[in-house]
């Protein structure tokens, strides 16, 4: 009964700092979310190259955030393509017709 008690014993890890470094070069990453067939892991630039989990990580979370703001300017852009207007911005054209005609406003805004 007193087994059930005990503690388990721990297993002993290496001490060596080239046993404890992991090998960043052999970093397997077309086992993340969102490698999909036929393009795996697109990295065309190479900046997966070497990369550590946290760079990857960091690379994934600045995709995303830039991935938003572009839906969000498209959103906007065919927004205004339709005709729709915001208050006090009737007579402004959409597309790049729009960027004169706010730098002759006298905020520009």
């Known amino acids: ?4 008690f005990a503690p388990a014993p721990v297993a002993r890890s290496a001490t060596s700092v080239a046993s404890s470094t992991p090998d960043y070069w ?13 393009l ?3 990295d065309p630039l190479g900046w997966l190259d070497g990369a550590t989990p946290d760079v990857y990580a960091d690379l994934r ?17 065919l927004y205004t393509a339709a005709g729709n207007r915001f208050p006090g911005a009737e ?16 905020d520009g805004q």
């Open 40 to 42: 795996g892991v697109f």
């Open 91 to 106: 007579d402004i054209p959409d597309g790049l017709a729009a960027f004169p005609a706010l730098a002759a406003t006298k």
């Open 1 to 4: 009964a007193t087994a059930a």
């Open 61 to 77: 979370e600045k995709e995303i955030k830039h991935g938003r703001i572009s839906m969000l300017a498209v959103s906007g852009y």
């Open 26 to 38: 052999d970093m397997d990453f077309t086992k993340e979310p969102g490698v999909t067939a036929p």
